[in-house]
């Protein structure tokens, strides 16, 4: 003890005790120091990746929960439980036990409904997620092989939802079950011996809930938990990309540390993610099981829609022709093998491939870590909106019969317009978008050049008014700005330029003295307080004026 | 032996690091590190991590009404996140005890119809507002700080000095000139992949076989029953009427591919009615009777309009003509429903003349064409 008290720098505190010893033991205060300081860019945009993790652990604690009750199991058995419109019907025991579990459980149907929306969120975190690294050229080199494995796991947060919402066996669930049955036939060659393989036998068999359970709860998730791992350690080591803006380079991060900035907004993205799921499950109701009755084969409710992220494939189902090709032999490749599996499986091919596709177009290998704004690539952007746009159309048509009968159209005409707006609208959402990103590209170089539109109107001697303009840097001798585009945003109003003064803090009332923050001001030498003096305001910066910096509005005020 | 033993093993010498131990410990003795500010520390071991601060703004000065006023926002968001937890607890633990049962009845609309919502939402309430608070601590009580880390490209040292260990391994190893141990190995891999993924062959089951595909519990003498078990007789159903019927047999109710629509025409389709090329004998008087299942992805087609005579099916909009040997005549689906014969037995109830005689349901690769 003696010793350690003597020895310079030595922990004085229990707690520091404790560490210390600790350290000896595991040799990790080098790892967390690292881990501390390392940076991590901060734009709300890199949010969404972790609130797809953090639903997913929400998934998987109020999964485990319901795990205790779910009974993944189609014998047969009458409901004996307290909901009084179902007792004495017959179902299969995975009905019964969610039937339970929603009505005899404590608390039961708070969690099944909060497992069902951190679901949606989870699929719609990842959705949002990828738009935002398509969008911003994030999964350029070197970041492709985490593109793809972002990918794959989307695909894979489908088949969980597919395989969670198939459970219940209610009659919604038993209808998509039978669709999925449908569309494993349609496969060519192998569809009935695939069908065969995972329904043990011909529909509906009583073994595919069983399956679906495992599925659900223990091989995807496990899949998807291996490579959640993976996507961070490479991200980790990679490093985050950032926005190009002022001290950002292809070779820095600049942000904040992990500790103690970085973690607080995480940890507390965390609960908020959760917060959102639980309130949306204590008082948003979904998928009412005990409404939709047991499944039969033989019965079907109108408006029979799955969950939103599987609504394309509906759509793209109900908007492809009845194109049987009847080959010869009697062989048959059902219309529905177009829609479901070649549909689906070209949209997750190109996606995943995507980088390797634009990197062989664009024929640019570097290694980039600044982000573009998806202005400045319009090729890319017009893409990416034409896939959106072929997508909405699918997911639409998802529930053409319901706009049909909720705005009284014809559910014939719903699926023509789907038709035809599927190939459509594409191309005219590409023209669309890629002019958009020209327009908004030249408006940048417009205001660099002429600088900033003051809103100030100036009447020249001989009579004519211009609109003073404020340049953002130095100019030339023709009044034209000699800054160049560097890739991030442009400031377009005076007040990003510290034309006005910040406001003064408070909601009710001012919690500050506005006369101090006007000193304070004054002293960081910005915004208009402090360049009362020296503020130069040229004139439009049209170059028919032949420009003119000296004179342009210096000493008037804009009231003279 | 004691507890203090300061023999180095077998080799004697004192038992010190070697050369190769070094890091930053060599440039810093502890009486530096001793001597140095917590935020010397803290800049100093962010240095070494390539992490550089650039710029601090400090929160607000302690003591000012600023500091005070965030201080006693951030308290009051952690406070009634506590409150809320706490109303939660107590409503889903009283719920029964001393406040009304939770569980739900039909016709109650009181406490038990709010039990979930209300537990949902302070659940939910708690969670939202610790992440406001410690959002809002962050924001508002956290010195801001910029910091700038280095991105390192790939070191030349490292690839060269790794490879070198690889590839020297690699050499060592022989495996390229000792072919009969590559090819030996590629053998045993091979085999051992195929005998790990065997046990899958237990899921293979032959679609063919039995053809359980083409068959439904349908046959001759068969009766059509409704999904009580009932009988059906000729003039049991109004004219332009649809009726779901399944085979009187064990579990024909539920069977997945065995529901028929049993339809009464009316006397004005029965005019127009054209049956497929060979099928004109199905029916019976005015009644026909279609399988339910849509010939598409297998729903049950199940939404008659009896003024147009179409049957559509509400998962993907297939329509189907009743007077037309329910020919598709819209939407996805490619094959009219197949027809069920029908006649009347002995006793003046419906039954079926055999079973279907094409496939019900979707399309399959191999399923026969008629």
Redesign the interface.
Known sequence: MARTAT???APTTKLGTTAAELDDRLVISGWL??TM???YPDHWSFLLGEIALYSFIVLLLSGTYLTLFFDASMREVAYAG????LRGVEMSAAYDSALRLS??V??G??MR??HHWAALLFVSSIVVHLLRIFFTGAFRRPRETNWTIGVVMLVLALLMGVTGYSLPDDLLSG?GL??I???L?????????V????F?????GESIIGRFYIAHVLLIPAILLALIALHLIILVKQ?HTQFPGP?RT????????LF??FA??A??????V??????????VQINPIWLWGPY?????????QPDWYIGFL?GS????????M?LPG???????FW?TVVIAGAMFTVLALYPVIERKLTGDTASH?LLQRPRDVPVRTALGAMALTFYTVLWISGG??VIALKFDIS??AM?WVGRIGMIVLPPIAYVIAYRICLGLQQHDREVLEHGIETGVIRRLPNGEFIEVHQPLGPVDEHGHGELAYGGAPVPKKMNQIGGARRAI?GFFSP??NPAQVELEQRAEDRGLAAAEGDRELTSSGRPSEGGRPSDGGRPQEPRD | MNTHDTRPGSTGGADTPGPLHGGPDEDYT??Q??AMSLDELDRL??R??G?EI?HVEPGPEPGS??EK?AVRQIGTVFTLAGLCAFASVVI?AG?GWFLPT?????SESGWSAIF????????????????????L??KKL?P????????H?ASAFDRATAGATLVRTAHNSGLARRKLITRSLAFMGGGLGLMLIMPLGG??????TGD??GTTPWKQGVRLTR?DGSPIRPGDQEPGSLE?V?PAVPGG?????A?TMLIRLRPEQVAANRPRPGQGNLGYGDYVAYS??CT?????V??YEQETSRI?C?????QFDVTQGAK?V??????PLPQLPITVDASGYFVARSDYLEAV?????????I
């Open positions: 020895a310079p720098g120091r690292r300081n390392k940076v307290s909901y009084a419109p009505f005899d404590r608390g149907l708070f409904q909060l209808t039978r669709i049955s449908a569309i036939l349609s496969i060519p060659v192998v569809g009935t011996w069908h065969f393989a995972i043990n036998g011909p529909y509906v490093k001290g292809e070779h820095n991060v600049v942000g904040n540390r103690p900035t607080a907004k940890t507390g993205l965390v609960f908020l959760f917060g959102v799921s639980a309130a949306l499950g204590g008082l039969n084969p033989a019965q079907v409710s109108s408006a029979s509906d189902t109900r908007l492809f022709p009845a194109w049987d009847n009697n062989y048959t490749i059902p219309a529905l829609p870590h053409n019969d559910l014939n699926t803090r919690t500050e | 502890p009486e590190l001793a071991g962010a070494y991590d992490v650039m009404p600023l006023r889903y719920s939770w569980q739900w009845s039909v979930t919502p209300l537990v949902g939402a302070l659940f939910g309430a708690a969670m939202i507002l610790v992440g406001v608070g410690l959002v601590y962050t956290l801001h700080e910029t910091a700038v880390q280095d991105k490209d899921l293979i089951k032959n679609p063919n359980p595909l999904l779901t399944f109710n539920r069977a997945a591919n529901a339910k299942i598409h992805a297998g729903c049950p199940s939404l559509l509400p998962c993907h909009q297939s598709p819209f939407g996805p689906a490619s094959r349901g979707p399309t399959y690769w191999n399923r026969r064409r």
